[in-house]
């Protein structure tokens, strides 16, 4: 049996080149620059809640990652440092292997040291700490939408639920609709670039990991404002578009988790400027709606009928 210290050593152990001190101490010790605030977010995944436990190790390396990095990316932060606190059953060294690819692979994309963590033997779960920087004042806040703003959201929505759906056999796929929206369930894309250069454009800022409505409605309530959709404007997956008519389609794009997509809003005068930016990221950016003085949120459908009311999103405790 390997000991915990030969684990960390030989699977979270690289080095630390933007840290002052990484992995091996009691504490790490980080230097953020001048005039920057720290942005500090954790996201925890747990098997058999957040992930299916035989999903690819390699992608859930990425993913325990790459749902921290859209946080800060929905602050419009620079991602700099993560720490890693792991509960695993086994010490399964290929397991181990593919994981921590994983994870260094979309860390190194990103600039990001793995400063430290906590290696135990439990059920299995994930918990990152990430850290980045953000111009102090500036960063993308949930209580910054006003009355009159445009509602927009880059990517497509929908993709990941209709994969766990696939996945756990409430429907089927073809082949390339599947390899797509398993792709996006398990390993997003976080939109840090995107994140950083809204900046100066958008207001309020979310990152779409419980469903559209639910995250949308967090911005509404923090802002006191609300919001008017429009369903027909809603970016989907090709896998998706003819299920739009059907009510569980609508919920994979209203109220689908796990699409880790932007949801910002921004001054009608962004407009130009987003186009642009879309062309830039090669990343679509969708106007989807507008924010209203009066509270509540209302989706529309092509006629301008509003919907009935519909399940919102994930909650671990509803
Ligand atoms: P302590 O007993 O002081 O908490 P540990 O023995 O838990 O220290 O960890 C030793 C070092 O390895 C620490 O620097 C810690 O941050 C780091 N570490 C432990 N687990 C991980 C991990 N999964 N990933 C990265 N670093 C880790
Ligand atoms: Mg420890």
């Not at 960390?8 to 990484?22: M, N, W």
């Not at 749902?67 to 695993?88: C, K, Y």
């Not at 509404?220 to 027909?232: M, T, Y």
Request: contains cysteine; negative net charge.
């Amino acid at each position: 049996m390997p000991s915990e210290f030969d684990l960390i050593a030989r699977h979270f152990t690289r080095p630390c080149p933007g840290a002052t001190l990484g992995v091996g101490d009691d504490a790490a010790l980080l230097r953020p620059a001048p005039g920057m605030d720290l942005a500090v977010s954790t996201d925890m995944l747990v098997s058999g809640r957040h992930f299916l436990p035989d999903t690819d190790p390699r992608r859930l390396g990425h993913k325990t990652l790459a749902v921290n990095l859209s946080d800060l990316a929905a602050m419009g932060a620079i991602p700099r440092w993560a720490t890693l606190a792991l509960a695993l059953p086994q010490a399964d060294e290929a397991w181990l292997a593919a994981f921590s690819a994983g994870f260094f692979d979309l860390a190194a994309h990103h600039g990001v040291d793995l400063v430290g963590g906590d290696t135990t033997r439990g059920p299995l779960a994930l918990s990152v700490t990430i850290l980045g920087e953000v111009e102090s004042g500036r960063a993308l806040r949930r209580d910054a939408a006003r009355a009159g703003d445009e509602l927009w959201v880059s990517g497509e929505l929908g993709g990941a639920a209709l994969g766990l759906m696939h996945v756990q056999g409430a429907l089927h796929l073809n082949a390339e609709h599947a390899r797509a929206c398993l792709a996006r369930l398990e390993a997003p894309q976080p939109r840090v670039a995107l994140g950083r250069a809204l900046i100066g454009l958008a207001r309020a800022a979310i990152d779409v990991s419980d469903g559209l409505l639910a995250d949308l409605g967090h911005i509404l309530e923090r802002s006191g404002v609300g919001a008017e959709l429009a369903l027909e404007r809603l970016p989907v997956p090709a896998a998706l578009s003819p299920l739009m008519a059907q009510e569980a389609g609508r919920a994979c794009a209203l109220a689908g988790g796990d699409d880790y997509e932007l949801c910002f809003t921004a001054p009608v005068s962004a407009r130009e400027a987003l186009a642009e930016l879309e062309a830039e990221l090669g990343l679509r950016l969708t106007r989807i709606g507008q924010i209203t003085a009066t509270a509540g949120l209302t989706v529309r459908d092509g006629e301008g009928r509003p919907l009935p009311t519909l399940r919102q999103g994930y909650d671990h405790f509803g």
